[in-house]
């Protein structure tokens, strides 16, 4: 399911206070979270067996959450999956969630009930039953566009070109896609219905066309060099009113802040790699301070419009989070190329494993837990470039 709406999560350096109602009796929550430093919740989790009892793991620790033994758990979660996935989750005496779940598969019926705990929980709706674009490599220099549940499982392609792709981007609410492909030999940026299958070439311009962006209400920001160097543009839903925005050299990754009034990317300028934005509307640029790493590229701006994760380069690929307005910057893990979840608490990256492949992993950001997501079938040798619905 895609969210059409985007609800801010807790990542923050504020507190925030969240009334549970359970039997009657309110359970008053508050934390406080930092980007690496925060504890997950620890959690028991009993009774599901084989897929289910997987799947929950899984979803649960990405947002922010560790199995533990029932003595040392602060909630517990209780349940079966011999039919219908059920589920009952308690704090102390409280029942806060009992549940049968039906229709779909049982590893569908895990994510509701793992969204569920979630919700009841932290005030934040979950990602279980949210899905990722990615790009698969088939063979070298051939790849094509996938999208797939979070975790990876369920791939589906979305081109069948043999050709190669990049950079796919999901239109917000909806179920369409913005990508970049060769398959007419040069680099443009195709528009496709994911319902329908329809697609358009969206931009063709001489030279490379590469990395939209679409924001809230349907604008694109990408990447053209029609002008000589990469620069960034800014163009409606319809491809009119087309308006370049910088004139630097390497300009990439643009991102959109969440009230579609700031456009961030990365560029080289006097010779040094930096975080940029730019007024949507054309203005000057401005650089954001990302201090404490180097080589910064591959921004992107969380739904909560309070955080930018970002990629640095300081030997090895580091991902990292940065506030909005810039300043310290907290490298979390290895890695590079992250995009936000709609709980601005997850994301979604890319870790070089042995030979040089590459695979999707999810990062929760507060506690630095991570999990590798499954490999989509057909592109064994690498996945990379994930795009988060929102």
Not at 184 to 213: D, V, W
Request: hydrophobic fraction near 35%; include cysteine.
């Amino acid at each position: 399911m895609i969210r059409n709406t985007i609800l801010a999560a807790a990542l923050a350096t504020t507190f925030f206070t969240i009334r549970v109602r359970a039997q009657d009796a309110p359970i008053e929550i508050t934390k406080q979270y930092v980007p690496g430093i925060t504890p997950p919740t620890p959690i028991s989790v009993t009774g599901f067996t084989g897929e289910v009892a997987h799947v929950l793991n899984f979803d649960l620790t990405v947002m922010g959450f560790i199995e533990v033994a029932p003595d040392a758990a602060k909630y517990s979660l209780s349940g079966n999956n011999t039919g219908n996935v059920t589920g009952q989750l308690t704090f102390g005496k409280n029942v806060l969630l009992s549940k049968v779940y039906s229709g779909g598969t049982a590893r569908a019926q895990a994510h509701r009930l793992a969204d569920e705990v979630v919700l009841k929980i932290t005030g934040v709706n979950g990602i279980a039953e949210t899905k990722i674009s990615y790009k698969g490599n088939i063979r070298p220099g051939v790849g094509e566009i996938y999208i797939a549940d979070f975790d990876g499982h369920n791939p589906q392609a979305v081109t069948r070109d043999s050709t190669d792709v990049a950079a796919p981007c999901w239109v917000p609410g909806r179920l369409e896609l913005y990508y970049t492909s060769y398959k007419l030999g040069y680099p443009n940026i195709f528009c496709q219905n994911l319902a329908t299958g329809e697609r358009q070439n969206y931009a063709h311009y001489a030279g490379m066309n590469s990395s939209a962006a679409v924001a809230s209400d349907g604008r694109v920001a990408m990447v053209l060099s029609k002008t000589g160097n990469p620069d960034i543009f800014v163009c409606d839903a319809n491809g009119k009113n087309l308006k370049q925005l910088t004139t630097t050299r390497e300009a990439s990754s643009p991102c959109w802040s969440p009230d579609g009034r700031w456009i961030c990317f990365a560029a080289k300028v006097g010779g040094r790699r930096s975080l940029f934005k730019v007024p949507a509307d054309g203005g000057e640029m401005v650089r954001l301070p990302t201090s404490g790493v180097s080589n910064p590229s591959e921004p992107d701006w969380s739904p909560d419009g309070k955080w930018i994760a970002l990629t640095a380069q300081m030997g090895d690929f580091s991902i990292c989070v940065v506030p909005a307005g810039g300043g310290s910057a907290t490298p979390l893990v290895n890695g590079e190329d992250p995009s936000w979840a709609p709980n601005s608490r997850t994301l979604i990256f890319v870790r070089r494993g042995s030979g040089g492949n590459r695979m999707l992993s999810l990062l929760d950001v507060p506690t630095k837990q991570v999990k590798d997501a499954s490999r989509a079938s057909g592109s064994s040798a690498s996945n990379s470039q994930p795009s988060w619905a929102r």
